[in-house]
């Protein structure tokens, strides 16, 4: 089983920037592909941005190309999702995923493990 906790959430103003934070203690994290998704009220949860295993690959929404980077620090277990920008069409709750994968996955189904969800709003 492995645990996905987000962290860095919260209010913002149109144009501003939020970083995301996404820890997976324990496992072979260097090992799963992560990827980000986010959920608005009334909508279906969409595909934000996704890293392979090595971080040498990423792939963005073309809602988000420009304005976000996701990364990640192996050592540490964690993703990042540095949010720049922002829009309030942004506001939603963001996801972290995982897959023990070598590919980059960028459908919803394609991944194992959910975190909780951190909640990103942005004003106009």
């Known amino acids: 089983q492995v645990q996905l906790v987000e962290s860095g959430g919260g209010l913002v103003q149109g144009g501003g920037s939020l970083r995301l934070s996404c820890a997976a203690p324990g496992g072979a994290f260097s090992s799963f592909a992560m990827g980000w998704f986010r959920q608005a009220p009334g909508k279906e949860r969409e595909f934000v941005a996704a890293?392979?295993?090595?971080?040498?690959?990423?792939y963005y929404a073309d809602s988000v190309k420009g304005r976000f980077t996701i990364s990640r620090e192996n050592a540490k277990m964690t993703v990042y999702l540095q949010m720049n920008s922002l829009k309030p069409e942004d506001t939603a709750v963001y996801y972290c995923?995982?897959?023990?994968?070598?590919?980059?996955?960028?459908?919803?189904?394609?991944?194992?493990?959910w975190g909780q969800g951190t909640q990103v709003t942005v004003s106009s």
């Open positions: 995923a995982a897959r023990y994968s070598t590919l980059l996955p960028v459908v919803r189904e394609e991944y194992d493990y």
């Open positions: 890293i392979s295993w090595s971080g040498g690959s990423t």
